[in-house]
């Protein structure tokens, strides 16, 4: 039987992520996302759901995220399941699901991006031509 773990998340870093080294002196950092889920309920009301998820890097992706993501950031997270199990100093059972993070993309929020957009070209884009045009500019 074939099987497939692959997660592929987007939403808001829930806490600001700080970097730790464990003793082979690999990076690591946990990240919290919320994930918003916006629907229209049975009234036909807008509604949305959260689901936080936890999420763990590695590497040098887990400098990365250290270094540029804070509380609020928007970002891609593809990875996998993980399960994790252990045993307390009293002896009770734990466990948790969270998502091995394999890349983790840096999103730019739309309005940011878009004043960014501005600031830098320091004009207003030219406008496009409607007419399709060859790879010469003849059209066609």
Not at 47 to 59: K, R, S
Not at 66 to 94: C, M, N, V
Request: net charge positive; aromatic share 6%.
């Amino acid at each position: 039987m074939a099987a497939m773990n692959r997660v592929f998340l987007v939403g808001n870093v829930t806490r600001d992520p700080e970097v730790r080294k464990v003793g082979s002196g690999t990076s690591v950092l946990d990240l919290g996302l919320a994930v918003t889920e916006r629907y229209r309920d049975k009234s036909g009301k807008q509604a949305e759901e959260v689901c936080f998820v936890d999420v763990v890097v590695w590497g040098k992706q887990a400098e990365a995220c250290g270094q540029y993501l804070h509380k609020g950031s928007p970002a891609l997270i593809e990875g996998r399941l993980q399960f994790d199990q252990w045993e307390t100093d009293k002896g009770e059972k734990r466990s948790r699901l969270r998502v091995r993070a394999e890349r983790v993309q840096f999103l730019e929020r739309r309005a940011e991006g878009a004043a960014a957009e501005v600031e830098t070209a320091g004009e207003e884009p030219p406008a496009r031509s409607s007419t399709p045009r060859r790879s010469g500019g003849q059209p066609f």
